[in-house]
């Protein structure tokens, strides 16, 4: 295996949802097209993240998208969450095979939707400001009291990262989603393998070595916490191919993902933070890095 490279994801706002997005991580475009694909009324698309194609778009201020139905069965796109519900920012309500629903975003953001008919369908627009955004910039998103997720493309720029962590609280348990996509669709990538490890103050909460998803989403569960503290999760990516056939897998091998989860901060602490993370973001430019080592 080749010598670990480190990558540093680091959250450190624990009301925002922190997503890195480059270039090859998502497709940019003008009044985009999403597809509402055959079969997505029967479960499992959402394994692939494929019950709306493509599952993810970047768009910029003033841009439209447009649903096409593509399936045989009736459809919303309804912004918001199955957990949190609708957000009111726009609903297509029930639409035909066929037809089509439109919205234009006039605001900057991350504005995720779904299907209020088969809820297991979901789908993201990343809405970003007027102007040309460069590979690395971090984009805050919209508040979240009881997770966290930070996202970013590995140094070979073919994969991107996904994890998703409940925020710490002392005598719960904390739960993580670990997903890899192809950086190119943003599809989820089938076979993943990776080590896991997970500490809070230096002890060590859960393990898992040479974890492996046939799906390409991994599901987690930490001991119960001992504190409200920070919690570290380490990922180191094996490669991508079945078990016991190694030497086939494809990469990247090795490379070592930090995620740091942090108990909430202050009005004031949250200006400075902003300002830290444009200067993240200055310093990944300069050296060509997803993000430096903090």
Known sequence: MQSKKKIVLSSFLILFSISLVTLTDTAFAE?????????????????????????????TVGDSVTWINDDSAAHTVTAGT??????????????????????????PGEFPYFCIVHPWMDGIIMVQGNGTTPPGTLIVGA?????????????????????????????????????????????????????LLVTQNGQEVYSVLEAHEHGGIGLHTTDPLNSDDPVDIKVTVLGFGLPGDEQNWSGPKGEILMFN??????????????????????????????????
Not at 33 to 53: A, K, M, R, W
Not at 261 to 268: A, D, Y
């Open 82 to 107: 199955i957990i949190d519900g609708p957000s009111d920012i726009f609903d297509s309500g029930l639409f035909m095979a066929g037809t089509t629903f439109s919205h234009q975003f006039n605001s």
């Open 143 to 195: 508040p979240s009291e009881d997770e966290t997720t930070v996202s970013g493309i590995t140094e070979d720029g073919k994969v991107r990262a996904e994890i998703t962590a409940s925020n710490p609280s002392s005598n719960e348990r904390m739960s993580i989603e670990i997903k890899f996509r192809d950086s190119n669709g943003g599809s989820v990538k089938a076979h993943s393998n990776y080590d």
């Open 31 to 59: 009044d985009a097209t999403v597809s509402v694909p055959q079969g997505t009324s029967d479960q499992g698309c959402e394994i692939t993240n494929e019950c709306y194609i493509p599952y993810e778009v970047a768009i």
């Open 261 to 294: 989860n942090v108990p909430e901060f202050g009005t004031i602490a949250i200006v400075v933070m902003l300002a830290a993370i444009t200067s993240v973001v200055l310093l990944s430019s300069k050296y060509n890095r997803v993000l430096p080592k903090l």
